[in-house]
């Protein structure tokens, strides 16, 4: 992938990201707590996948994105060790409400996240927008 590819794929995925955010929120107005949770997950995921690529690492599987997040940017001290958590447990979370039989999320376990999650997101695109300026 040259530079152009590369910065118009980062682009891609990070407005992904932030429609993901956005969907979640229409899932929650109508009670969708399962779906809002695969959501806010494909959220970071879009925005660390960005992140990634402007950084050149590549990764094919989400758990390859979760490890080389955690090498590049957590174990360095780049992202705070609270992004890293919250990643995983959305990361765990995603795979309960996708493929459990029961789910017991509400309000209460998912309504905390969105602050949380657009932090992060707005943190990484911050960093990506810094590194391309």
Do not use: C
């Not at 995921?45 to 590549?58: C, M, P, S, T």
């Amino acid at each position: 992938m040259n530079r152009e590819e590369r910065d118009e794929y980062v682009k891609y995925r990070l407005d992904s990201a932030y429609k993901a955010l956005d969907a979640a929120k229409v899932l929650v107005d109508n009670g969708f707590w399962s779906s809002a949770v695969n959501r806010l997950y494909y959220s970071l995921f879009y925005a660390l996948n960005a992140l990634l690529v402007a950084n050149k690492i590549e990764t094919k599987i989400h758990t390859g994105l979760k490890s080389h997040f955690s090498k590049y940017f957590v174990k360095t001290g780049e992202f705070d060790k609270k992004y890293g958590k919250l990643f995983s447990k959305l990361f765990a979370w995603r795979q309960r409400a996708d493929y459990s039989i029961v789910s017991d999320f509400d309000k209460d376990t998912v309504m905390p996240l969105f602050s949380e999650v657009k932090e992060m997101l707005d943190i990484i695109s911050n960093q990506i927008n810094d590194k391309n300026n």
